[in-house]
């Protein structure tokens, strides 16, 4: 079992609001990662983290924002969110080449609506 | 540059009969080589990887997967499949410069009873 929790699981809210989704990890890793996933689609790198301090966009352009100020936090921020903003929001971690196993340790996910 | 085709969008199998989800994949570099499984409203979850030990990977609920180099596969397998396995498949390879991963676009399974 992964030690990467995300919350909220689900998430129904408003235009305009400003929302933020938590991911936390207990394993010590390094690099982290934001997915967005649509339903029965591909996912989209849209924000990852080398370590503390450091962020960088993905594939994807996103207006969520992230930040990295603990090794084990990496939250996400949507300042005003929007309909076209409804989607699943997916957090992962993984050790980098040298050490660990190299695969991603993924969370259950952040589903949110926004009306 | 590093890449991976997932060969199938949707593969549908009776219950009992063999799974066959295909991969293929571009790297410049030595890979590694994943799959996950995703079910409805679940994070992804890793069947199995390869990390340039032996080329037959053996995962989690009777999956398993070869690696061939010259064929630039990675197809997974099941001998005989359950209904519980329905379920999104993603085969991801990592990678490159800065050792990123990149998946592919999903195979969606269904089984039927």
């Known amino acids: 079992e992964a030690d990467i929790y995300q919350t909220p699981r689900y998430l129904v809210i408003g235009t305009g609001k400003k929302i933020t989704l938590e991911c936390s990890q207990t394993?010590?890793?390094?690099?982290m990662y934001w997915y967005q996933q649509d339903p029965g689609m591909e996912l989209h790198l849209i924000h990852y983290?080398?370590?503390?301090?450091?962020?960088e966009k993905g594939d994807l352009s996103s207006e969520s924002t992230v930040s990295r100020i603990r090794t084990e936090h990496f939250p996400l921020t949507l300042e005003s969110a929007r309909p076209s903003h409804t989607s699943q929001y997916l957090c992962a971690s993984s050790h980098r080449r040298g050490g660990g196993t190299g695969e991603l340790f993924f969370g259950e996910g952040s589903r949110l609506t926004v009306l | 540059a590093q890449s991976v085709t997932q060969l199938d969008s949707h593969v549908s199998v009776s219950e009992g009969t063999p799974v066959l989800l295909r991969c293929n994949y571009s790297?410049?570099?030595?890979?590694?080589l994943f799959w996950y499984v995703q079910h409805p409203n679940k994070g992804l979850q890793l069947l199995l990887k390869?990390?340039?030990?032996?080329?037959l990977v053996k995962g989690i609920n009777g999956f398993e997967a070869e690696f061939k180099k010259s064929e630039t596969s990675f197809h997974l397998t099941k001998p005989s499949a359950h209904m519980s396995d329905a379920a999104e498949y993603f085969c991801?390879?990592?990678?490159?410069?800065?050792?990123?991963?990149?998946f592919g676009t999903g195979t969606s399974l269904t089984v039927i009873p």
């Open positions: 790297s410049s570099y030595s890979p590694s």
């Open positions: 394993m010590g890793h390094d690099k």
């Open positions: 983290s080398y370590g503390v301090n450091s962020t």
């Open positions: 991801v390879v990592r990678g490159g410069t800065g050792n990123q991963f990149y």
């Open positions: 390869y990390t340039s030990a032996a080329t």
